[in-house]
């Protein structure tokens, strides 16, 4: 069974400064993606960001980025420049044979 | 694109009564549907997956009998929750998949949720 943790249940950053999202998530299966979604108090879930397994560049989605490190099983989210909308609940989120495992997220507060 | 939109938004029914949730894909047909269910402040969790004519795959834990999953077109998946009790209570998700995409392609869509609420 997959499963995806997030250590972190609240984080804070004041605007314009950069904060790092951390997850890790433990399966046998080679072939797999990765995702970062977001879910804003509409409860709309939001795709930040995606990466697959087999790329070894990490992906990229303007201010989002992600530090991907396969071997420790690692898929850490870094936002640059910290909007207010960007204060949302974050989950980290593995996919295989199209099923997808949610870590218990991690809530966001973008402050002024 | 790749719009996907759940009625209704909101309900509110009674202990022993049955609700409809529907999922529909707005501008692309989906061989493959999602539901979720969300606690408050907890994550989401998979109920059950539904292919378009046959019959859903439900999640170990999950009543069958108590979510009937409906997939009966490629726009269309409906979840019903029978004989609704208060522990029912919960916010529900749907997702889709595009047919379009390939068996490796990963995208799922999701809809705005419904929160249902049984008193």
């Known amino acids: 069974a997959q499963t995806v943790t997030q250590s972190q249940p609240e984080m804070s950053v004041q605007e314009a400064e950069t904060v790092t999202l951390s997850c890790t998530y433990d399966?046998?299966?080679?072939?797999?993606?990765l995702f970062w979604y977001k879910q804003p108090p509409s409860r709309q879930m939001i795709l930040v960001i995606r990466?697959?397994?087999?790329?070894?560049q990490n992906a990229t989605e303007n201010r989002f980025s992600v530090n991907f490190q396969k071997a420790a099983k690692s898929f850490s989210l870094k936002i640059s420049d910290s909007q207010l909308g960007d204060t949302a609940m974050y989950f980290c989120?593995?996919?295989?044979?199209?099923?997808?495992?949610f870590g218990k997220g991690t809530m966001l507060l973008v402050s002024p | 694109g790749a719009v996907v939109s759940q009625h209704p938004s909101w309900v509110i029914c009674k202990s022993g009564t049955s609700v409809k949730i529907e999922c529909r894909s707005l501008?692309?047909?989906?061989?493959?549907m999602f539901w979720y269910r969300q606690f408050p402040k907890q994550s989401l969790m998979l109920m059950a997956t539904?292919?378009?004519?046959?019959?859903?795959?439900?999640e170990q834990g999950v009543e069958k009998d108590k979510f009937l999953i409906n997939h009966a077109s490629l726009t269309l998946s409906t979840l019903t929750v029978t004989s609704a009790h208060p522990e029912d209570s919960s916010f529900y998700i749907c997702?889709?998949?595009?047919?379009?995409?390939?068996?490796?392609?990963?995208?799922?869509?999701f809809g705005p949720g419904t929160r249902l609420t049984v008193t």
């Open positions: 997702s889709a998949r595009d047919r379009r995409d390939s068996g490796s392609s990963y995208e799922q869509y």
């Open positions: 399966t046998s299966e080679n072939n797999y993606y």
């Open positions: 990466q697959e397994a087999y790329k070894q």
């Open positions: 989120a593995f996919m295989v044979y199209s099923t997808l495992t």
């Open positions: 501008d692309f047909q989906a061989t493959t």
């Open positions: 539904s292919n378009e004519g046959s019959k859903a795959t439900y």
